[in-house]
């Protein structure tokens, strides 16, 4: 009877080598996170949180980023959803030169 602890050991050790990416995720691997932020998915928040991000805002769509409704109310959308508010700003040949800047650059946490 003594092999059952050896191998009850041996199957919690390859349980977690063939783990679902849920639970994967669910224990903190950050294989999921985006490596860069996006104008479709990304909260106008994190951008604005993020010094690099709020410099490339600050630089591209000025206005916008001036916009203390963009500064407050705005920060739980994406510039995607924003884009109907402000469609010249936010232009789809804009976004795609916003997030050809944030392409550049990491996504923090």
Known sequence: MRAYPVIISALAATA???MPPAAASAQGTTATQ???YSVAD???GKLLDDPAANEILK???PTVYANDMFQT???TL???AIQQY???ALSDENLA???AELDKIPAKG
């Open 42 to 44: 990304t909260p106008v």
């Open 73 to 75: 109310q705005g920060r």
């Open 59 to 61: 630089k591209l769509i």
């Open 16 to 18: 977690t080598l063939w």
């Open 34 to 36: 985006p490596a860069h």
């Open 78 to 80: 994406t510039l995607k």
């Open 86 to 88: 402000e469609p010249d």
């Open 97 to 99: 030169k916003i997030q």
